[in-house]
């Protein structure tokens, strides 16, 4: 069975500031893919940046981006310039590439807090 | 496209009575699963569809629960007798699952359910 550790129960950052979440997780798989999900207070789920592990190259998505470390089963998402709107609760997320139909599994989450 | 739609958006009932939650999923979309948020225990996935046929029930709490999805557009959760304990948010996502696919799910804004 997949884990997927977040270590950091809250963080807080100031507006314009970077910020890096960290998110371990434990597999035997070797295709697989890893997802961060922002959850803010209207408690919507909202997918920030997905990378498939085949992949070398880090994922980007505008001021979101990723360090994946395939050998260190590390995944973790720099925030840059952070916002205001950025404040939320963030979640990693592991999904295998096996036919499972999109199963996911979600760390325990990130609060992140953007102060002015 | 108007999005992974869930109804009630909350619920507030009393210990013994029969709840149903609803989702439609993103037309066009093949798999469908039914998540449970806690604050103790997080998200968790509960049930989930491919093509309108249950693939994984495992998480589903008890016999409590049932899950059904008579079509490709809709989907119900249903918990009889409801118990305080129940109390949670349950979100519905939708997912395409095809070769080409991104492998997103599409969250639903959730139902806050409240059982006294």
């Known amino acids: 069975a997949q884990t997927v550790t977040q270590s950091q129960p809250e963080m807080s950052v100031q507006e314009a500031e970077t910020v890096t979440l960290s998110c371990t997780y434990d597999t035997s798989e070797s295709n697989y893919y890893l997802f961060w999900y922002k959850q803010p207070p209207s408690r919507q789920m909202i997918l920030v940046i997905r990378?498939?592990?085949?992949?070398?190259q880090n994922a980007t998505e505008n001021r979101f981006s990723v360090n994946f470390q395939k050998a260190a089963k590390s995944f973790s998402l720099k925030i840059s310039d952070s916002q205001l709107g950025d404040t939320a609760m963030y979640f990693c997320?592991?999904?295998?590439?096996?036919?499972?139909?999109?199963?996911?599994?979600f760390g325990a989450g990130t609060q992140v807090v953007v102060t002015p | 496209d108007a999005g992974v739609i869930q109804s009630p958006r909350h619920e507030v009932t009393e210990m013994g009575q029969e709840v149903t939650l609803r989702c439609k999923p993103i037309?066009?979309?093949?798999?469908l699963f039914w998540y449970r948020q806690t604050m103790m225990r997080g998200l968790e996935l509960l049930i989930y569809f491919n093509n309108n046929v249950p693939i994984d029930d495992s998480g589903m709490p008890e016999d409590r629960f049932s899950a059904k999805m008579p079509n490709a557009s809709f989907s119900t959760l249903k918990i009889q007798p409801s118990e305080p304990r129940d109390s949670a948010v349950y979100f519905c996502a939708s997912r395409h699952a095809g070769t080409s696919g991104k492998n997103e799910q599409f969250f639903g804004p959730g139902t806050r359910l409240t059982v006294l």
């Open positions: 997320a592991f999904m295998k590439h096996d036919g499972s139909w999109g199963k996911l599994q």
């Open positions: 037309s066009g979309h093949n798999s």
């Open positions: 990378q498939e592990a085949y992949k070398q």
